[in-house]
């Protein structure tokens, strides 16, 4: 499967590294870099994680990272994994 990754994940991603920076400017590096690396084990694996609790739909998963949840959409016919969420477990409470 490939990996598509989406404007509204990328932006997201993007704001929290710059969050990140701010504090700790040698960390964003290694973090964006494990976060793309998590991404890339979803090709072997895609339905590894769990069903998302977002969304009624089997093909829509969560991947928790670091406190963070990554939200994906896996297209089985077109054999494509849309990353699509970055949501951050402190926003909801």
């Given at each position: 499967m490939k990996i598509k990754i989406l404007d509204s994940f990328s932006i997201k991603?993007?704001?929290q590294v710059e969050f990140i920076a701010l504090d700790k400017p040698y960390a964003t590096r290694k973090f964006k870099k494990d976060v793309l690396n998590s991404l890339k084990e979803l090709e072997v694996l895609p339905y590894?994680?769990?069903?998302?609790?977002y969304f009624e739909d089997e093909n829509i998963r969560d991947l928790?990272?670091?406190g963070y949840t990554i939200v994906y959409r896996i297209k089985p016919r077109e054999e494509i994994i849309e990353v699509f969420g970055f949501i951050k477990f402190k926003q909801f409470l």
């Open positions: 991603l993007t704001d590894k994680h769990r069903k998302s609790i928790i990272f670091k």
